[in-house]
């Protein structure tokens, strides 16, 4: 980890979920100026081709196991799993603009990105949104749905 450009790139890769021995092997095999899609293209081969389906996968929870078809929570041990939930952090201003083709801040979708984890039982979701974005709305920087949607959002303290 001495070059500056290896630091980064471990530590980027690290931070979504592999181990610095993975993100090393990637890069032996792919070599240091490689771009980040052929790394995660070559992470997620090394990860699906060296694990059997019936072994635990270290990016999952320790009280779940990887089953053949589906993962479920074993019986004993369901009473953790919401503890073993990482915490949420939107970019409403990202996701509100992506939801509108970059054309008006779409509120919707930063309610269907909050409702997308909390259906899947996450309970610490942050969405930041620029101070600016919750005034009212000019005509260089339209907002749609900001009353319908955004309310109940707010009211959970999401926002």
Same mark, same amino acid.
């Given at each position: 980890?001495?070059?500056?450009?290896?630091?980064?790139?471990?530590?980027?890769?690290?931070?979504?979920?592999? @181990?610095?021995?993975?993100?090393?092997?990637?890069?032996?095999?792919?070599?240091?100026?490689?771009?980040?899609?052929?790394?995660?293209?070559?992470?997620?081969?090394?990860?699906?081709?060296?694990?059997?389906?019936?072994?635990?996968?270290?990016?999952?929870?320790?009280?779940?196991?990887?089953?053949?078809?589906?993962?479920?929570?074993?019986?004993?041990?369901?009473?953790?799993?919401?503890?073993?939930?990482?915490?949420?952090?939107?970019?409403? @201003?990202?996701?509100?603009? @992506?939801?509108?083709?970059?054309?008006?801040?779409?509120?919707?979708?930063?309610?269907?990105?909050?409702?997308?984890?909390?259906?899947?039982?996450?309970?610490?979701?942050?969405?930041?949104?620029?101070?600016?974005?919750?005034?009212?709305?000019?005509?260089?920087?339209?907002?749609?749905?900001?009353?319908?949607?955004?309310?109940?959002?707010?009211?959970?303290?999401?926002?």
């Amino acid at each position: 980890l001495d070059h500056p450009e290896l630091r980064l790139k471990v530590d980027f890769f690290r931070k979504l979920g592999y @181990s610095t021995a993975e993100v090393k092997a990637a890069l032996r095999k792919l070599g240091l100026s490689t771009d980040t899609n052929a790394m995660l293209e070559e992470l997620v081969r090394n990860r699906t081709t060296n694990t059997s389906p019936y072994l635990k996968d270290p990016l999952l929870p320790p009280s779940w196991d990887v089953g053949t078809c589906r993962i479920m929570p074993q019986l004993g041990e369901q009473k953790s799993a919401d503890s073993e939930l990482r915490p949420i952090v939107i970019d409403g @201003s990202n996701v509100a603009m @992506s939801h509108s083709n970059k054309e008006v801040f779409s509120c919707r979708g930063i309610e269907l990105a909050v409702d997308f984890f909390l259906d899947r039982g996450h309970n610490n979701i942050t969405v930041f949104v620029p101070s600016w974005r919750k005034e009212l709305p000019r005509a260089d920087a339209p907002i749609t749905g900001e009353d319908r949607q955004l309310v109940p959002v707010r009211k959970t303290r999401v926002i």
